[in-house]
């Protein structure tokens, strides 16, 4: 769909923070879910899961999480192994999709892709193994969505961009609060198209015809 003009009924926000950005060889840190039942917060959760391959310094600048930090909390029982976080985050995606969710996220493409890369090089198959039909997975890229209502290239459309111009609480940067402003932003985007769509239809009311002539009568040619 190129304009949202209405909110499905079962919404997730799904997002990763992770040790850098190459799907193939990093991996998620922390996994953030964040579910609306009829436009309203259902359900949140965030979860950490210790990484087998370092965080890429670049990435901890972004999200603030270190190594250390990771370690204490598995040490703690606070952080899953890393095969277990993402065996918790397939479940639950598992869940979400066989009960009709829209996931919503900025390039929620990239989560997917490095949650499923993981599945494989933990021998654990990938999403479509373990029932989540990746042919049918109904993603809302809220950054596509904003080309598709804004044809304006020079702007910029990541995740703390959208929120800065929606009025949204940012994210900044854990997959918990990245995943509810993802959702909000979808929802102040569908009350935009929909005031854009009724503001056109009222204007179109309000163009006079040709039919109208003196007393009433059809104007002449």
Request: include cysteine.
């Amino acid at each position: 769909m190129d304009l949202w003009q209405h909110i499905p009924a079962l919404l997730v926000g799904f997002d990763i923070e992770s040790t850098g950005l190459d799907t193939e060889v990093d991996e998620p840190i922390s996994y953030g879910f964040a579910v609306y039942q009829d436009g309203q917060l259902l359900e949140e959760e965030e979860f950490f899961a210790l990484p087998g391959v370092p965080i890429h310094p670049a990435a901890e600048k972004v999200h603030g999480v270190s190594r250390t930090r990771l370690e204490e909390m598995f040490r703690n029982g606070s952080a899953h192994s890393s095969q277990a976080g993402v065996t918790r985050a397939a479940q639950r995606l598992q869940e979400f999709h066989a009960a009709g969710a829209h996931f919503v996220g900025a390039f929620p493409q990239y989560d997917f892709q490095m949650t499923t890369s993981l599945l494989r090089r933990h021998s654990m198959g990938d999403l479509a193994v373990l029932g989540f039909d990746l042919a049918t997975v109904r993603l809302i890229d809220v950054c596509q969505h904003d080309r598709n209502m804004d044809g304006d290239r020079s702007r910029r459309r990541n995740l703390t961009a959208l929120a800065e111009r929606h009025g949204v609480t940012p994210g900044n940067h854990s997959a918990l609060g990245d995943a509810k402003a993802a959702v909000e932003v979808f929802f102040r985007q569908v009350d935009f198209n929909v005031a854009n769509s009724l503001e056109t239809q009222v204007a179109a009311m309000r163009i006079p015809t040709e039919t109208s002539g003196v007393d009433g009568a059809p104007a002449g040619r």
